[in-house]
């Protein structure tokens, strides 16, 4: 996640904002954050979803799905999770299993129950074909319009990610 920790810590300093305005802004201690920015943690997806709009970044953007850096509107998580997966005719065993994921671990997520991190939003967002923002706020790209590009770079640097 190297590569997201240094986009997050570049889009930071190139609005002029400092860790301390960040932890303030996030309401965490400097050193949570701090690991945020090393990569050594990621945030969860309410926190990533905070961060997004104290850096008026899409996601997309922050996760480098894509270049788009319009302000979002308030975000509805996960919203489309299920209507995807229903319009695509996918029983939720079959999503979990196509993506190696406990099959619990998807029903809490399509729930709401709990949150994917960051390498699972992705892995959705490839597995759907459509981008991390359709998921969790049912804007930008629609299913099916995920650039190829986004889509072979997801697969190099995360399928081997495991998912919690």
Not at 60 to 87: A, F, N, V, Y
């Amino acid at each position: 996640m190297k590569e997201v920790s240094d986009r997050l810590r570049s889009i930071r300093i190139s609005k002029g904002l400092k860790v301390a305005d960040m932890t303030k802004l996030l309401n965490i201690t400097d050193r949570g954050y701090r690991f945020y920015e090393s990569g050594e943690r990621e945030p969860n997806i309410k926190c990533l979803i905070k961060i997004c709009q104290i850096l008026s970044v899409s996601a997309d953007e922050l996760l480098g799905i894509t270049g788009d850096d319009e302000p979002r509107k308030e975000p509805t998580m996960l919203k489309h999770l299920q209507k995807i997966r229903k319009e695509k005719g996918i029983s939720m065993r079959k999503a979990a299993m196509d993506m190696g994921l406990n099959y619990t671990t998807y029903v809490n997520w399509e729930k709401g129950i709990c949150e994917p991190n960051i390498a699972g939003l992705k892995k959705l967002a490839d597995y759907f074909g459509c981008t991390v923002d359709y998921l969790v706020k049912g804007e930008a790209s629609a299913p099916g319009t995920i650039p190829e590009a986004a889509k072979d770079h997801i697969m190099r640097r995360f399928c081997n990610t495991e998912v919690i």
